[in-house]
């Protein structure tokens, strides 16, 4: 007898014309219109308030306030200013600090809460997100708090760090480091949940595997875990960098706090608001602009590109 399956003469037309039979199709066209429902809400917003002001900048980078094209001039004229190269820097030292904490610090918890799951597990992730709960500039404020050693409550540390007033708390060298620790205290927990979120879309059937093989936690963490979670990671990194280099409400306040005592240009973004709000050079500072665009989108390629981040797996 043969093992050949008996096909439907609507299941034989359907494999002739090379679609999947069983209701295979039916199923995928269900969760694609799914996807786009999710998804069609918010287009409006992301044209509105994304590629729409996106075009505009462009347009003003290469143009002048008549609209006359002229090539690269704003970039150039935006470059040379003294302070354009030191507010890259800036921005470029506190994003790696950033990124090098939610690296390191946030894949460890998340695997770590992954590798201990229980009701202890959902409480810490309840704690990690209460941070993200507050809003950034609520958050830099409790900050500023934190890091005058005449009210916080941590003042000891503060001393043995060698910070016994607030200007030597916020002072230059620290900064990047200043910002860093708060973007990781506001935006970790929230980033730890979705890593956790992923973890758990591993089968507990390879888990189950690797532990009659032998392996411990921390070989099924590193060897089994991690990889599996890679493209949440890069992910993470995309998003966080795009996030980094738009700083601007941290330093602002802490300029604001600190009368002045730090530069109301220390990053890319302030540069770019000075120069269209306070000497109206609103050509030039579309340039800065364009420019942040540039580097998150070449940082963007190469990590998809490295991680196959959209790569399908069949």
Not at 95 to 104: E, Y
Not at 239 to 251: D, K
Not at 269 to 294: H, I, M, P, T
């Amino acid at each position: 007898m043969s093992d050949t399956p008996v096909l439907t003469p609507a299941a034989q037309a359907t494999r002739k014309r090379g679609l999947p039979v069983g209701g295979a199709r039916r199923k995928g066209d269900t969760r694609t219109g799914r996807g786009f429902g999710f998804v069609l809400p918010y287009l409006p917003f992301l044209v509105a308030f994304g590629i729409l002001p996106m075009i505009y900048a462009i347009t003003l980078a290469f143009t002048t306030r008549k609209g006359k094209f002229i090539g690269l001039k704003n970039f150039t004229q935006a470059g040379n200013d003294f302070r354009f190269g030191p507010s890259f820097e800036h921005v470029f030292v506190y994003t790696a600090v950033w990124l090098a904490a939610l690296i390191v610090f946030v894949v460890g918890l998340a695997l770590v809460l992954h590798g201990r799951a229980g009701r202890a597990s959902s409480t810490f992730r309840f704690l990690y997100y209460i941070p993200g709960a507050l809003a950034g500039a609520a958050s830099v404020l409790v900050w500023l708090f934190m890091l005058d050693p005449g009210v916080s409550p941590g003042t000891f540390l503060l001393h043995i760090l060698g910070s016994h007033l607030f200007v030597e708390s916020i002072a230059p060298g620290h900064l990047p480091f200043i910002f860093a620790m708060i973007a990781f205290w506001t935006g970790a927990g929230g980033w730890i949940v979705v890593l956790h979120g992923a973890l758990n879309t591993i089968p507990h059937e390879l888990e189950e595997a690797a532990r009659i093989d032998g392996a411990g936690p921390v070989t099924i963490a590193l060897r089994l875990k991690l990889p599996m979670i890679g493209k949440w990671i890069a992910y993470m990194v995309i998003l966080s960098f795009a996030t980094g280099t738009q700083l601007f409400v941290e330093p602002q306040l802490v300029n604001e706090a600190s009368l002045g005592m730090v530069p109301d240009t220390w990053s890319s973004n302030q540069l770019a608001y000075q120069l269209a709000f306070r000497y109206g050079k609103f050509n030039e500072a579309a340039a800065v602009s364009v420019d942040l665009l540039l580097i998150g989108l070449i940082a963007a390629v190469i990590i998809v590109t490295r991680t196959g981040l959209f790569r399908r797996e069949d």
